[in-house]
C-alpha cells in the first residue's frame, strides 16, 4: 500500500495544505486543499473520495478536482460518505449556487461524478483494497477509516476528539500497522479541544491507552501556530510509541 500525503495541516499558510491522503493512486482518504497541487494526470487517476465529514478543510478541494476531471474519460468518480455527509454536500456545495453539480455533468446518465453512502462497520471493496468507516466523534457526525490491502492495515481517524468507537473498533482488528491520527491542539489549549473535538496532544495520549495494538503513528492535523508546542511535548507523552509527525509530501509505504 502506497499513501501520498497530500496535505496534514489544520488550516493553510505558506506551505500548508489541508487533509487528503492518496492510496495507490486512486482513491484520496478525504480531499482537502491538498489535492490542488496535483498534476492534471495525476487527478484524472483518482476514481473514488472516501470523506470523513463534510468540514471544509476536508471537502475543497473536490470542487476544484471536478473541473479538472470533468468529462476526462467519461468514467466519473465516487464520492463516498454518510448519509449527512453526502446530504451536506449536495445541498451546500455541489448545488449549482456555489458550485455546479457534477452529479448532473455533462449528464445525469455519464456523470463526473455519483455518491455512494458508507455506513460504520459496513467494508467497501474498491481497487483491492477493503475500506471500513469507523465512528468517531467530531461536532458534526464523522467518520474515520481502517484500509486493509490484505497485506497491510493502516487506520485514519479523520478529526475527532476523545472517544470509545474508534479504539473499541481497531482493537477488534487483527492487526494494524500504522495509524494516521490527529492531534489539533497542544495539552494547555485542552477547552478549546473540547469545544471544537479535536484531540489534544494530552486527550489522544489518553485515549491511547485504549489500543491494544502498537502501530507507528503518525501525527495530522495540527493547528497552524501550534505545531511547534505540539511537537516538542506529545513524543514525551508518548514513551515507548513510534511517532512521525507528518509532511506535505510524505509517502507512506506499507
Excluded at 108 to 123: D, I, K, N
Excluded at 195 to 222: C, F, Q, V, W
Amino acid at each position: 500500500m502506497n499513501i501520498k500525503v497530500l496535505g496534514c495541516n489544520g488550516g493553510v499558510g505558506p506551505g500548508l495544505r489541508t487533509t487528503s491522503f492518496l492510496v495507490n493512486d486512486t482513491t484520496l482518504l478525504d480531499a482537502g486543499t491538498g489535492v490542488c497541487d496535483l498534476t492534471p494526470a495525476a487527478m484524472e487517476a483518482i476514481r473514488h473520495i472516501f470523506f470523513s465529514h463534510a468540514h471544509l478543510d476536508h471537502v475543497a478541494g473536490a470542487a476544484f478536482l471536478m473541473d479538472v476531471v470533468y468529462d476526462a474519460d467519461g468514467s466519473g468518480l465516487t464520492l463516498h460518505g454518510t448519509d449527512t455527509t453526502l446530504q451536506v454536500l449536495r445541498e451546500h456545495l455541489f448545488n449549482w449556487a456555489l458550485w455546479p453539480d457534477f452529479s448532473k455533468l455533462p449528464s445525469e446518465q455519464a456523470p463526473t461524478m455519483r455518491y455512494a453512502r458508507v455506513e460504520a462497520g459496513t467494508s467497501v471493496e474498491i481497487d483491492g483494497l477493503r475500506i471500513t468507516p469507523i465512528d468517531v466523534a467530531h461536532t458534526v457526525p464523522a467518520v474515520g477509516y481502517v484500509v486493509d490491502d490484505g497485506h497491510a492495515v493502516l487506520a485514519f481517524s479523520g478529526d475527532t476528539a476523545t472517544n470509545d468507537s474508534f479504539w473499541s473498533a481497531l482493537n477488534q482488528l487483527p492487526r494494524l500497522d500504522r495509524l494516521i491520527v490527529e492531534v489539533s491542539f497542544p495539552a494547555s489549549e485542552a477547552e478549546i479541544g473540547q469545544i471544537t473535538r479535536h484531540y489534544t496532544s494530552g486527550t489522544l495520549a489518553a485515549d491511547l491507552d485504549k489500543l491494544n495494538h502498537r502501530p507507528e503513528l503518525l501525527i495530522t492535523h495540527n493547528k497552524p501556530g501550534f505545531e511547534a508546542q505540539i511537537q516538542a511535548e506529545l513524543p514525551g507523552m508518548l514513551r515507548g510509541w513510534s511517532v512521525r509527525f507528518l509532511q506535505r509530501g510524505d509517502i507512506i509505504s506499507i
